[in-house]
């Protein structure tokens, strides 16, 4: 029997994980936010009140093992001057099967049907009026997860205006699972929706299973300036009550100079240290190894050592 990972996470970041995580033998539940309120994702629920769906059409078609062109279809977005200006079809898809269904779980149990993946995706929530706020250092209260990136701010608090309902099948899969998995990902808009659900920290609380961050390949502006890897783990242990991370997997790749700088200028982002005594401190085990590769210009984890580490790590366990 495989062992049992539940990934929590949104944005590229966790499609990216679970792009090399599906091709290990191991049993995968995706657990995706439904906070977004921009570009294609957030017009749709402002016009037919849903929960996000634009995070979970990337993992659906990463987790696909369908051909290229149809993966490529569902993040086709069109150019137009019409409505359906800047609407990925994915997303449209989903909406559409919400729609009929009433159930965003079902639609994705669809989907992921029509689309030959082999693992399950969950939403946190059904609730189609979730909405992520931030309380920033200054006191000023942001609304919305988009408006939340944008403001570049450091936030003293994260939370929702109204506490989730968490999907049952959430609850369950993180009580039967032998590793929960916290993606890389921003951590405020990202991992910490996740988180910071009620039920979910009471789950984290009484689950058997050992809980890993993959640490994130450079900072987010505003939120994380100056972040090490230690302070990842701190801000998640922070939010996590009871439960504290067992296991941090973080690279000790060297980024080139133009590289760095090309971040620095234009992005305003720049590469996590590891800060070995800080993390010691924790009492967090660190897994590090030479985890990044370019394309593109980009600085990118390479999927299949990333995933050959969670898997050697939850082997050993």
Same mark, same amino acid.
């Given at each position: 029997m495989y062992k049992k990972v539940v990934v929590m996470g949104g944005g590229t970041g966790i499609s990216y994980l679970l792009k090399g995580l599906k091709d290990f033998p191991v049993d995968i539940t995706a657990v995706i936010t439904v906070s977004d309120n921009g570009r294609s994702t957030g017009k749709l629920r402002e016009e037919f009140h849903t929960p996000a769906v634009g995070?979970?059409?990337?993992?659906?078609?990463?987790?696909?093992?369908?051909?290229?062109?149809?993966?490529?279809?569902?993040?086709?977005?069109?150019?137009?001057?019409? /409505?359906?200006?800047?609407?990925?079809?994915?997303?449209?898809? !989903?909406?559409?099967? *919400? +729609?009929?269904?009433?159930?965003?779980?079902?639609?994705?149990d669809s989907l992921s049907k029509l689309l030959d993946v082999k693992h399950r995706v969950l939403p946190i929530s059904e609730d189609s009026d979730l909405t992520l706020m931030g309380l920033d250092k200054e006191g000023n209260i942001i609304e919305g997860e988009e408006q939340i990136t944008q403001a570049h701010k450091q936030l003293e608090k994260i939370f929702y205006k109204n506490e989730p309902k968490v999907s049952p099948e959430v609850l369950?899969?993180?009580?039967?699972?032998?590793?929960?998995?916290?993606?890389?990902?921003?951590?405020?808009?990202?991992?910490?929706p996740n988180v910071i659900c009620r039920e979910v920290k009471e789950a984290l609380n009484k689950t058997k299973a050992k809980l890993m961050y993959i640490c994130?390949?450079?900072?987010?502006?505003?939120?994380? /300036?100056?972040?090490?890897?230690?302070?990842?783990?701190?801000? !998640?242990?922070?939010? *996590? +009550?009871?439960?504290?991370?067992?296991?941090?997997?973080?690279?000790?790749?060297h980024i080139d100079s133009k590289i760095a700088k090309k971040y620095e200028n234009e992005e305003q982002k720049e590469a996590i240290p590891i800060d070995y005594e800080e993390i010691k401190k924790t009492n967090t085990e660190l897994i590090e190894d030479n985890l990044f590769t370019i394309e593109d210009n980009l600085i990118r984890h390479d999927s299949l050592k990333l995933c050959f580490q969670i898997f050697s790590y939850l082997m050993r366990k």
């Open positions: 995070d979970i059409r990337k993992v659906i078609t990463n987790l696909s093992q369908i051909d290229e062109p149809i993966k490529k279809m569902m993040s086709y977005r069109f150019q137009t001057s019409s /409505d359906l200006d800047g609407h990925a079809v994915g997303n449209l898809i !989903l909406t559409a099967m *919400l +729609d009929i269904t009433g159930s965003l779980k079902d639609s994705i369950d899969a993180i009580k039967e699972a032998d590793l929960v998995i916290f993606s890389m990902g921003s951590l405020y808009t990202s991992i910490l994130n390949a450079v900072t987010q502006p505003g939120e994380t /300036d100056g972040f090490t890897v230690g302070d990842h783990v701190k801000l !998640l242990n922070k939010y *996590l +009550d009871k439960r504290k991370l067992d296991v941090v997997i973080a690279s000790n790749t």
